[in-house]
């Protein structure tokens, strides 16, 4: 007996032993670092707390905040799931540090991934500014290349600290923030499916730098000021080509049943199609924008529909992404799924010929009552953009409610 009892006892000791020396992680701000192309490091700053014996975290760009609420521990390993996208942080970590990678598998990226407690400024500068950025920049990425597009630098800076975004005609950058120390610009942005990094020097007037994307797209731009600059008009870009009346589709819900334009509940009131992925920063700033919409307003007799072009390898994969979506933000409109497998935009617009191209994601119709094609819009400006964005919301508003009153 005094042998089991004495078995029981140091089993008892070895197992408080594990407990207390069960690692811990500190509570409070980190910085994370994701590791890009050239050996660059792309900031950005967590909050970790923990609620009930369990570990949140809250991620942090400029005024966006993006809440964490499934994070895994086993025994010295962390697994921080983002939200709505299939992606995670994944690392070995003691009190102070964490280590490992960040990956997305939609995308099918891997990136290095650090973060050191304690650290609360996003960039590190020690020389005071000798240039402000605060206003608007007309921009080129990929200057004079095949591959050359504009985009529209919103800055605002307060001391030595920036927030802003670029627009471009297929969407914006969302929220950038960073520094500017000397004359040197260092912009970056992590939502959980794109990492952002703008790296650039300052100096009369003009930003010349390069922009990262991950650890395998990167691209210079250049910048000059221009209060009164603007890009083309995204209700311009796309459009019905010629011969095609209708707007017509047919793809399947999640139960496998087809869904057209043409079915009963559609009839006889305006529907928007918004053409979409769930692995796109830009449509989940739209999605939320349609859910809160229909909240507000959930008087008008309008249709929305998704229709999703998914990176996901298979079927099912693509519809848990579009489930888990829903889910998240709570979504009550149907989204299809149009393909899998690829996100190409030339394969996108077979799939619907009707359009002279898909030019983005998102990219969104809006049909009237008789089911004719009223308006496109390309791209889409989030709240990062600011001004852009409230005139937007006043714009679809009183859009809608003509299109709702004929």
């Known amino acids: 007996m005094l042998k089991y009892i004495v078995s029981f006892v140091v089993l008892t000791f070895l197992m408080l032993s594990c407990a207390e020396n069960k690692p811990i992680l500190s509570e409070g701000i980190w910085l994370a670092e994701l590791k890009v192309m050239d050996d660059q490091r792309l900031p950005f700053n967590f909050k970790l707390t923990k609620e009930a014996g369990d570990y949140k975290a809250e991620i942090y760009n400029a005024t966006e905040v993006i809440k964490i609420t499934e994070i895994t521990i086993i025994n010295d390993s962390i697994t921080m799931f983002l939200p709505v996208f299939e992606a995670y942080l994944k690392g070995i970590f003691t009190v102070n540090t964490i280590s490992g990678v960040f990956h997305n598998e939609s995308l099918d990226r891997t990136l290095n991934f650090s973060a050191k407690f304690g ?41 030595h600290k920036v927030s802003g975004t670029f627009r471009t005609t297929t969407g914006d950058y969302r929220f950038l923030e960073g520094i500017v120390t000397g004359d040197s610009l260092k912009l970056s942005a992590f939502d959980g499916s794109h990492a952002y990094l703008f790296l650039a020097k300052i100096k009369d007037s003009i930003l010349e730098g390069s922009f990262y994307s991950g650890n395998d797209y990167k691209e210079p731009f250049t910048a000059k000021r221009n209060e009164v600059f603007e890009l083309p008009n995204e209700d311009a870009l796309t459009f019905m080509k ?108 077979q799939k619907l010929p009707m359009l002279n191209h898909v030019l983005s994601y998102p990219t969104t119709i809006f049909i009237d009552k008789k089911a004719k094609v009223r308006k496109i819009k390309t791209g889409f400006n989030g709240p990062a953009t600011g001004d852009k964005y409230l005139n937007f919301k006043k714009e679809f508003k009183e859009f809608v409610t003509t299109l709702v009153n004929e």
């Open 119 to 159: 650290e609360t400024n996003r960039f590190s500068g020690d020389q005071n500014p000798t240039q402000m950025i605060s206003g608007v920049w007309e921009t080129r990425f990929s200057r004079d290349s095949p591959e050359e597009y504009s985009g529209k630098g919103i800055f605002v800076q307060n001391d």
């Open 242 to 349: 010629e011969g095609y009346e209708n707007f017509d589709f047919s793809f399947p819900d999640e139960t496998g049943k087809m869904v057209s334009l043409s079915d009963p509940q559609f009839q006889g009131k305006p529907a928007i199609i918004q053409i979409m992925g769930t692995w796109c920063p830009n449509c989940l700033d739209e999605t939320k924008f349609l859910v809160d919409f229909l909240k507000q307003y959930n008087d008008m007799e309008i249709s929305v529909i998704g229709i999703a072009f998914e990176h996901a390898k298979t079927k099912e994969k693509a519809f848990n992404s579009i489930q888990k979506l829903k889910n998240r933000i709570g979504v009550p409109y149907p989204i299809l799924l149009a393909q899998y497998g690829s996100i190409d935009k030339q394969e996108a617009q």
